[in-house]
């Protein structure tokens, strides 16, 4: 699998399939190390093999991935991309290969309880998703957006905002990284994933369609779901799903005590001083 970091035209398209992603959404897409690992990225590259080609994963925002398969920059794009009436308009749709759900976290000294007690309430959600577009149906609600899922659990777990709503099985992944908060049992809507394609063309979505359900057939699309999500994925790979997140928390915590202890240092001298006057 190879990841370009660019958005840049395909090279060669009869042996290229460019996948436009966004890698913040484990366990579908994200980063360990330098690679874009994932359901997605794996099913992605199964489809390329079938179809002769090598996979080129481009990376970026998630409201730019249908623009990107719009315009000819990427050929698919999966990044859990729930199939709605207003995504139809912009582009076409394989079969959908997942169910899916937008989950609900809070606190777990929250009094939210279920969908019906987000009124009134802010929450956080990821920019461009479904669970961005349902929260502005919550009475009274107040919407945050973040660039990433992950943005949108600290600030849940820093007080800023009373819930965050994000796909399942993101959600999962982050209760069990984070203490201090939990997941309501009641999903706030249930929704599909399809793998998303240029409205013109049409000879591209046969084939990837083709080659979609003929990996559910020969069982090998489960494979890979069982390997991210299934009864039997190791402790170690749980752990390196928010591995880069859990990273860029670090860095930002370490961050924030190095302006602190700089700060003290500075208060220090600047009394030193004042004493020697």
Request: aromatic share 6%; proline share 2%.
């Amino acid at each position: 699998m190879v990841m370009s970091l660019g958005m840049t035209a395909m090279a060669d398209e009869d042996k290229t399939l460019v996948m436009a992603t966004n890698a913040e959404f484990p366990p579908y897409e994200y980063r360990e190390g330098d690679e874009i690992i994932g359901i997605d990225a794996e099913v992605a590259a199964l489809i390329a093999d079938k179809l002769g080609m090598e996979l080129e994963i481009e990376d970026m925002a998630f409201d730019s991935v249908l623009a990107a398969v719009q315009t000819g920059k990427a050929d698919i794009a999966m990044a859990g991309i729930t199939v709605t009436p207003e995504r139809e308009q912009m582009v076409s749709f394989t079969d959908t290969y997942t169910k899916a759900t937008q989950m609900i976290i809070v606190t777990e000294d929250s009094e939210i309880a279920s969908p019906e007690d987000l009124t009134g309430k802010t929450v956080g959600v990821q920019l461009g998703t479904t669970g961005d577009i349902y929260a502005e149906d919550i009475e009274d609600g107040t919407v945050e957006r973040y660039s990433k899922g992950f943005e949108a659990v600290q600030a849940l777990i820093q007080g800023k905002i009373d819930a965050v709503i994000i796909d399942g099985e993101p959600a999962k992944v982050f209760v069990e990284q984070n203490e201090g908060i939990k997941l309501l049992e009641e999903a706030f809507t249930e929704e599909e994933y399809a793998i998303a394609i240029a409205k013109d063309n049409e000879e591209l979505l046969e084939k990837v369609n083709t080659a979609l359900n003929e990996l559910k057939e020969e069982g090998e699309f489960q494979k890979v779901v069982d390997k991210y999500i299934g009864g039997d994925a190791s402790e170690e790979e749980t752990e390196a799903v928010t591995e880069a997140q859990t990273a860029e928390a670090q860095a930002a915590e370490e961050g924030t005590e190095a302006a602190t202890e700089a700060a003290e240092t500075e208060v220090a001298e600047t009394e030193t001083e004042t004493a020697a006057q």
